[in-house]
């Protein structure tokens, strides 16, 4: 079982950047594909991007496209730590931002809320404009 805390939340200016974090507890976290989601009142809860578990020191990102080209995710194994860096927020890019993980065996990446086993409580991030 892991458990995650998401930071790195805040307000901030359309056209600024934010870091969010993501950490795991356990001692396994390489062998889990992450995943960010984001939800807004109202909204289901949608895709951002995605990190297949490690093959070795490497692994392979995917992305929503509403966010391509802004956003990218990356994992550091030894901190047990996955993470957001949004460049070019967008005030639609307001949500609350979660953290999901799941123990797989096949470095893939999944983009479905079902696929994932274990959430974190969230980040608010609020762009103004």
């Known amino acids: 079982q892991v458990q995650l805390v998401e930071s790195g939340g805040g307000l901030v200016q359309a056209g600024g950047s934010l870091r969010l974090s993501c950490a795991a507890s356990g001692r396994t976290f390489s062998r889990y594909a992450m995943g960010w989601f984001r939800q807004t009142p109202g909204k289901e809860r949608e895709f951002v991007a995605a990190?297949?578990?490690?093959?070795?020191?490497?692994?392979?990102?995917d992305y929503a496209d509403s966010v391509k080209g802004r956003f990218t995710i990356s994992r550091d194994n030894a901190k047990n730590a996955v993470y957001l860096q949004m460049n070019s927020l967008k005030p639609e890019d307001t949500a609350v931002y979660y953290c999901a993980a799941k123990m797989e065996n096949y470095g893939l990446k999944y983009i479905h809320l079902a696929d994932y086993d274990y959430w974190g409580q969230g980040t608010q991030v609020t762009v103004s404009s």
């Open positions: 990190v297949s578990r490690s093959i070795g020191t490497t692994y392979s990102p």
